[in-house]
């Protein structure tokens, strides 16, 4: 930690600073400028108030130098992480996979159509919500683990990974037979019970990006779940809310390089929640792979118009069809490819 | 709900989206103009989508008309919601009660100090955190309900209020025997699960507004606790998330006069939350009262140096003691008053 | 215009609004719903004030239902726009222009080594800034007319365009015979004057988005330019400001295909400030064209290292030719392509 | 500046940083940590540029240590600035001057009765715009000098002094003589060469928060003004954009206090603009002078509902007299007081 005193700092008020970080277990290292003091603060300085300090008397400004997360940072892992799913369907590497599905489970024919479809059309992983937060407590509020059953089943019987939201911890252990990834919403990036819990699973994870959050809060929110010992972890980039209010969200594709950039772990694009509107899916789908994604999650739905929720951005099948023949050209031309046929997967 | 459709849209795109609309079972009252077509949707449209209508063929714009929520709006209750607490402490009348303490419960001897200086100084709600939701996995992370134990005591013989913060459903059952108002953080003002039981609770609940909430999804999110029956809410606008750093959040004082135009509920400012930095929370503090905010919450510790969580935004006690001073002034200058002596509270 | 009345609007008050109306010169249509009144203004409504209306006793919302642009809109020319330049270069259609070249015009040397390295890489146009608007007064101001007389003698000397930021109306006709495209910047994006005079010249006007514009109000100020009769505006997205903080700005990728449906202008992505780092200029360059952008303006230096402005989002030469071939592929991948091989400039 | 390097920075890497910090003329302090190495680069770092440093191999992070503005800070005048006008009246002391008026002049009797109003209702400036910078090419732009002689004739007739905006250089000279005060609005905060030849000009300026612009930004531009030797600088907070939509802007109350701290000169609050509407200004004005500005400017006219411009938030005379006598009680509560009685204004 730095603490760069003001030029009119009294000898006084750095003595106090420097006698402050002292007892705080830290060594001082000071450089005495022409016109300013600096005191580099060294050692444990994790449990250091950076606020505080800024407070004292005399401190023009003070800067933490050392990343407040490890175990999500790049230097943890250089090579990068490559997550490796039952039926051997991997992702961060060269492979992308699609995940694709309806916002919610609404019924066996629903799910079974649309993973036909999605399976057809080239994912290798059936996405359905079973609990559905919603803003409005008039709204559908999802079929619960029965959905999720329904979900299980019709990703095996098209050969199809399930993912699907966690939305409290109570929910963790009925999920866990029927789903291969866990999914955490924007709402609980930083619900850290949540996250404290899905570290002890064995099961990956796939955390989404808070609608408020900065780069450094989804790293600082994956290492949660990184402590507990649990490294399977997804990011996703799925839009932040700014003053435009053209698109629902604004989706920061610039996330996506700065992450791979920052961390190991992969990055995945949501462009349906990123966008909210289906006409700006395909187009932010392919600037997601184009700026390095390792996968993209789109929601699907045989008929958008009927969906119980999130129909306005949910693609027709033949528009996510089109979308993933275009992910491919797209992949190819940043080295990479969409996952070709996806392996049959097999029970969990 | 309205649709505009687009100049050149077609006879046969109108139809198509009256249509629609009346199998939803709304009626449609149509204007025709020299340029352009507006459709009028009038009858049960809540359930209606409005971000499907707008990506329809021929639609220029679509807009909602009615209010989203109803029991928070201010036609609900048009003369204004006044809380009543056990010991005739009332929020949402003329006098402003402030409520104070520290970030977190840290031992009995703290607690205990704490209340008396925040009693002495005016305060009617000892406020203090016994689950703490950090952004770091390796920080302290609350005393549970042995905290709260020693808060009621702490409250109880100095005659004050207790308000805490509830995380998640399976805490409201225990926090219920020791706390007088619920309070729900930043980052639960969107856990619909969490809100719905507490509509179902007969306890005050102070809901604080998101990070990157809308008034309206603040208002919203009230819905749910009412629409269970619970009345007594409590809103707290603590600052929002926008591209300056200085300050921790900016706070948002305008929502507080909006608020008390829209809704019937009491507006409560949190300026410890609401900059994140001691210096300004007093300027902050008479900001909300002169633009007529019904209460105050600040974080008060009797050595903010010490304090385990939030340090840099808790003022000192004789800094809490010369702010009461100065909202009583400014309480009167907008013909109010800050309570001028607490009544005893009694045992809950 | 739609005035949305409350559901407790009174007669007298629904009778007042449709009066003051039909003063200003519209026609009223009137919807009587069970619960609440709606009024439909039919006419001349873009002189009228929305936000006046929404103040008005008894009124729950009002709604704009036209586009408050007329030229810039896609309705305007549905077939979109393309612009082509003296040497046959065009934008807005199939093939892609890449514009390139330094923050700062700095040398007779410096100009003419970066012409050669960016038209060897494949750009069409030479940007380079004489005019600096700076942050600090102490900063680099620019080498002024001199400068473009020097990009010029570049542009030419290697077959290229040359693009440049006017400041202010006294520039523009002193900068008329050294420029094939003027570029207004963020800053100016709303400076009306400059952009009036600007419709009256016959030469592309590039127009970037400013750091706190929404998409409409980019549009709205082409209509300025459009207004004036200059039909060839180039849009161009920079970046927008949000709280995230590792990037400069948040570059807004999704503004491409919005621009693209709602406008028939080409709109051209611009990695640099977009990003305000180097190291994310590939991956956002990428993404632009992967969503559809028309072409890539991009800061490229000989040694950006020793740039007098700008430096740190400046590509090495050999990274632009890197990103060229990159683009070529992406390209490809969406159908179109970046010009093989730009064709000889000839003099203005 | 201060670089700190990655745990895994290579000998090599650091001593190429400070090498290159060496060369650039600045010396090095080298802090080697068990984990980290620090570098304190002290000397004219000024015209460093962090963002290159930030990029450079090896490199955690690099943070500024100096402030960027000098002769804004409150280090220059740890008293505070006080501006006086030619009739005695001051900004930046005890006592509080209201500046108010039309959005723009219309007419002379339009002008007169308002300053009349405002004069009477407490007023000690009367404000009003001649040039209007408008988002439509199809609206009103202003009655230009013709109008600032009217305003002159106004403000003398009624003792009061006249602010109005300058929206480009050669707007300067001829407003010189009929106005008191130079008023900068938001869109021009980055106007750099305006800024810098109002610097040249001994006359007041009124310098408005760009809409994007953080604090750090706002003082920086005043630099500009300041660096050219004129010391009379009022800062004025106006509202920023952020997402919430139901106030036009978000007004940064805190910037107030922020800036109290951080520079010496004089900050001014504008509810008009701050939130865009009439019904949110009373009590945005309150929190401005609760929050410790040391100036109001709002917008007043004898009809806004006929006013040709921001009519909406544009407060009608009798609401003026009611706010200026709220703010007496409010400046009353934080030891201040609003001018009793402006003295005549003498012709400039």
Do not use: W
Not at 237 to 261: C, F, H, L, Q
């Amino acid at each position: 930690m730095i603490v760069a005193m003001q030029e009119l700092a009294t000898e006084e008020q750095i003595d106090s600073i420097i006698e402050k970080l002292v007892e705080a277990g830290v060594n001082v290292h000071r450089t005495t400028g022409a016109t300013q003091t600096i005191l580099a603060a060294v050692g444990p300085t994790s449990t250091l108030d950076i606020e505080e300090y800024k407070l004292l008397a005399g401190v023009l400004s003070v800067h933490r130098i050392s990343s407040p997360y490890k175990l999500a940072g790049r230097a943890f892992r250089p090579e990068g992480t490559i997550i490796e799913f039952n039926n051997g369907v991997k992702i961060g590497g060269d492979e992308i996979p699609i995940m694709a599905g309806p916002c919610s489970i609404e019924s066996r024919e629903q799910i079974f159509l649309v993973a036909q479809q999605v399976k057809e059309a080239g994912a290798c992983f059936l996405r359905g919500g079973a609990f559905k937060p919603r803003s409005s407590p008039y709204a559908f509020q999802g079929m619960g683990i029965p959905g999720l059953k329904l979900m299980r089943e019709a990703a095996d019987a098209f050969g199809l990974l399930a993912i699907s939201e966690v939305m409290e911890i109570a929910q963790i252990e009925p999920m866990l037979p029927y789903i291969d990834c866990f999914q955490v919403g924007a709402r609980n990036m930083q619900n850290f019970n949540l996250l404290r819990e899905l570290g002890k699973v064995r099961k990956p994870v796939l955390l989404k990006r808070g609608i408020a959050a900065t780069i450094e809060e989804l790293l600082l929110s994956s290492e949660y779940i990184l402590a507990g010992g649990n490294y399977d972890v997804i990011l996703c980039e799925r839009g932040i809310r700014t003053y435009e209010t053209y698109t629902r969200n604004t989706m920061d594709i610039s996330a996506i390089p700065v992450i791979k950039k920052l961390s190991h772990l992969p990055i995945v694009g949501d462009p349906s929640h990123g966008t909210g509107r289906r006409d700006m899916v395909p187009a932010m789908a392919r600037a997601s792979v184009a700026a390095g994604a390792d996968g993209i999650i789109v929601e699907v739905h045989p008929n958008p118009d009927k969906a119980v929720s999130d129909g306005a951005q949910t693609l027709f099948p033949d528009q996510f069809t089109k979308l993933v023949g275009e992910l491919r050209l797209i992949a190819q031309a940043v080295g990479r490819s969409v996952y070709a046929n996806a392996p049959a997967t097999t029970n969990v």
